[in-house]
């Protein structure tokens, strides 16, 4: 079983920034596909943020393009979440998951911003950025 632990969040004003962590452990007998970033506001729907392959091609949301960088350290088995020039819309649970498939041709299936296609979740951290 894959653990996933979140840290770094906290609250800032508009264009601050912060780095979300998440810390893997365990495992899977599966193939990991993808790891990515959701965030929830309040009253929403799960937001896909950004996505990383095994490939180390990343996504984005349009709405953090530009501020948003998804980074890893496989050796440290820890994901990075880089977030500048914040705005209060940007307020929300960021989670951190991890996308598994029973083999590599699989993969290729995954929708990268869909959280129905994540198998392992962690319980989030806040991000709270005031006006």
């Known amino acids: 079983q894959v653990q996933l632990v979140e840290s770094g969040g906290g609250s800032v004003q508009a264009g601050g920034s912060l780095r979300l962590s998440c810390a893997a452990s365990g495992g899977d007998s599966y193939t990991n596909c993808y790891m990515g970033w959701f965030r929830q506001a309040p009253g929403k729907e799960y937001e896909g943020v950004a996505a990383i392959d095994t490939d180390g091609r990343t996504r984005y949301a349009d709405s953090v393009k530009g501020r948003f960088t998804i980074s890893e350290d496989n050796a440290k088995n820890t994901l990075y979440l880089e977030m500048n020039s914040l705005k209060p819309e940007d307020t929300g649970m960021y989670s951190c998951?991890?996308?598994?498939?029973?083999?590599?041709?699989?993969?290729?299936?995954?929708?990268?911003?869909?959280?129905?296609?994540?198998?392992?979740w962690g319980r989030g951290t806040q991000v709270t950025v005031s006006s």
């Open positions: 998951a991890a996308s598994y498939r029973s083999n590599s041709g699989y993969c290729s299936t995954v929708r990268p911003f869909s959280q129905y296609d994540y198998n392992h």
